[in-house]
Each structure stands twice: as C-alpha cells, then as structure tokens.
C-alpha cells in the first residue's frame, strides 16, 4: 500500500495522575511474528481508575478501541482470515495468550496473559498500531468506521453485560449511567436487539438521548426516589437486572434495592478513588432474595463479532462526535465534569 512513514503522530500521557496529554512524533513499529499493522483512521476516548496492578507510565499511548485498515502483514500471517487492505478493530483487549485457562474455556476477555490496549501496550491514540492477526475484529462492510470504533469496548462491553445478567425479553432492566457513552448503546441494545423493557436513570438533561435510544422510563436521580420510581414502573417488584453503567460508588449502593427476586445486579463501571465495597449488599438480603452480583469486564471474540452485526443491521447507532488529537486533553477535562453525551471519537487522519 505504498511506502510507510518513518515518523507518525499519537498522543501520550506526559503526567499520569493528570488530566494530561501531549501529542509526539512516534517511530514506525515493525508488526512481529504473527501481527499486522494498522493505519489507524479513529481512535476512542477512554478513562482512568485505581486498583490497576501498577500505575500508568509516563509516555503511555492511551486509547483502547480503534478502527483503520491493515498496510502490512508481518512474518507467519500467510494463512490469516484478515489482509492488506481490510478495516479491522483494536479492542480494549488487544492480544491473548489463547492458551491459559480462561482462553481455552472461551473466556478470552479475562486471558490471564492479556495485552490491554493503552495500558502497557501501546494504545489507539496514535495512527499505526500492530495487533495480532488472529484477534484484531474484522469490520463489516455496510459499517462506517466512526460507528464501529465505539462498539469495540463500550458496545461488547455493555452487549456482553446484559447476556450475564441472564434478563430476558420482556424483562425489566434498570441502566444506571444511561445517558454515558456505555449507557446510551446499552439501551440501544437492550431495547431494540434484545427486546427487553429499559428504565434509564441518570442526570436530568440526558433525558432525550435515553429516551431517544429507546427507554420506556427515564429517571433523573438528582430528584426524587430512584427506588420508589422503579418498584412503581415494575409493578412492585423491582427490575430482573440492574446494570451499573457509571463510575460512582453511590449507583452501586443504590443498585441493590431496584432488583426483584431472583435478580441480578451487574458491575459494568469502574468507580475512581479508593476501593469501596458495595455498600448495601448484604448477605441476608441477597440469600433471602435469590439475587446475585456479576462482574463484567468485557465481552469475548465472539460477542465483539454480534456487537458489531447489530450495529451493521442499524439496531444500535453511536452518538458520537468527533475531535483531534490536539483536543485531547481538553475533551478528558470534559469528561471528568461528566458533561459529554455519549462518546467521542477521535480523528486520527
């Protein structure tokens, strides 16, 4: 596809712990044994949270879920499904070993050996990126690049969520978080993919987008009672499963009490600051109830591949915008006011 540049632009974290970022000049990479390189077209924000095994280095290219197309195959790829010249996706998950237990039992999202893109591995901020042939995601053809992009962590994530919570069509689900870039496509897929019933809450001024994106419910939890709100929607008896779709320790105390028997509540949002335990679920309400709690990191191989077919098939659309690298730290700066609508999409051409 030509020749490459010696030299392309990414942006780093140049002080973790800051809402910070500089965009640099990188060296070209090599795709080693296995790989191939991408031309990045679209990258996707991302955040930050504690309770990772080491902190974010200085010099780190961040981003977890991009789109562009293959420009070089390297050495042992002959026989791969992708090839020069196709769009693929770099998922949250960028590498598995596909030999460890989890792998092997089709767990592949929690590899014990996994390479996590934009976080000691180099991220989708920047316009090259290698991957392995085996499990970059093949991209659908009807599906433009910008609506795919956010699909390959917060659309397999929340797709691969509501599939543990074991809800089923015609049950009620609550979204907690429902106007945020998870959120927003959570509806969206619970709603028109799954046929399930969709209480969003969240701030007041989201309120269209959920409702647009196809919740029955819309509540703002800034007033009134979320709990009574919900029992009266449901007849009483709460929600078959609660999807905590934000990063604050409040949704997860309030989670407990929207779900009915036998319900299921699950952790989807990473919570910033210190580590706080869910703070009402008790053990005698959750055996007296037949309820439990799951945690979701993010979806397999394969529920990256359905996710991206029910956006192809038009049932889930992104509400997106779209910015430069050079506006990176200023759209960080705006997520952590929490005043974003759905996800941002960066433009890496």
């Not at 009266?232 to 949704?251: E, F, M």
Request: glycine letters at 14%; charged letters at 20%.
């Amino acid at each position: 596809m030509g020749d490459l540049p010696k030299k392309y632009k990414g942006a780093i974290y140049d002080e973790p712990g800051k809402i910070s970022t500089k965009v640099v000049e990188l060296d070209m990479p090599e795709p080693g044994s296995g790989d191939v390189l991408i031309n990045l077209d679209l990258g996707v924000m991302t955040n930050s949270w504690k309770g990772l095994p080491a902190p974010t280095q200085a010099g780190q290219v961040g981003g977890h879920e991009g789109v562009g197309k293959i420009v070089k195959m390297g050495p042992g790829t002959e026989h791969s499904a992708v090839k020069v010249g196709d769009r693929v996706g770099v998922k949250w998950i960028s590498a598995i070993c596909d030999s460890c237990p989890a792998c092997l039992s089709g767990h592949d999202g929690v590899c014990f050996n996994q390479k996590v893109s934009g976080y000691y591995t180099p991220g989708t901020f920047q316009q090259y990126v290698t991957g392995p042939a085996s499990y970059v995601t093949p991209i659908p053809e009807s599906l433009d690049s910008a609506a795919a992009a956010p699909m390959l962590c917060a659309g397999v994530t929340v797709y691969s969520a509501l599939r543990k919570s074991n809800a089923k069509s015609g049950d009620w689900v609550v979204l907690l978080g429902a106007g945020g870039g998870l959120g927003h496509l959570a509806v969206q897929i619970a709603s028109r993919g799954m046929g399930m019933r969709v209480i969003g809450i969240d701030q007041g001024n989201k309120e269209d987008l959920v409702k647009e994106c196809g919740a029955e419910v819309f509540i703002d939890h800034t007033k009134g009672n979320a709990e009574e709100e919900v029992k009266k929607a449901t007849g009483g008896l709460g929600a078959q499963a609660v999807l905590v779709l934000t990063a604050a320790n409040g949704a997860y105390a309030s989670g407990m009490g929207l779900l009915k028997f036998g319900g299921t509540l699950v952790c989807v949002g990473l919570p910033e600051g210190d580590l706080q335990p869910i703070a009402t679920a008790y053990p005698q309400f959750l055996v007296a109830k037949a309820q439990k709690i799951v945690g979701v990191a993010v979806g397999d191989r394969r529920e990256a591949i359905e996710t991206l077919d029910l956006a192809a098939r038009g049932l889930v659309k992104t509400h997106f915008e779209t910015i430069k690298l050079d506006q990176l730290t200023e759209t960080f700066e705006k997520m952590h006011r929490a005043e974003l609508k759905g996800r941002v999409v960066l433009d890496l051409s």
